[in-house]
Nanobody
């Protein structure tokens, strides 16, 4: 059974940092581009960061540039999202997703392009 399991969320104060992890089981993510999405209450799910299969390229949604860093460790089959200087508007459920691809440098921005999803981890930022 293929699973992506996110962890690392929590209740933090504005200005704090968190590192979210996404561990895969039942599959290897080494052939997958990976993405992090988030969904705030009452809002649609949105893409925040993506990383290529090779790990050589990454891309960030404009509001999180400079604060979010996506990385991957294929040996550990894990993808990370480092979030610094958290803001109340970052409050959301964060999901990781995997898209199998033959293209080592491609990044995917749309949720419908991803085949595998985790269950999400809640991040709540208080003022």
């Amino acid at each position: 059974q293929v699973q992506l399991v996110e962890s690392g969320g929590g209740l933090v104060q504005a200005g704090d940092s968190l590192r979210l992890s996404c561990a895969a089981s039942g599959r290897s993510n080494s052939n997958s581009a990976m993405g992090w999405f988030r969904q705030a209450p009452g809002k649609e799910r949105e893409f925040v960061a993506g990383i290529s299969r090779s790990g050589g390229r990454s891309y960030y949604k404009e509001p999180v540039k400079g604060r979010f860093t996506i990385s991957r460790d294929n040996a550990k089959n894990t993808v990370y999202l480092q979030i610094n200087n958290l803001k109340p508007e970052d409050t959301a459920v964060y999901y990781c997703a995997a898209h199998d691809t033959d293209y080592s440098s491609a990044i995917y921005f749309n949720g419908y392009e991803y085949e595998y999803w985790g269950q999400g981890t809640q991040v709540t930022v208080s003022t």
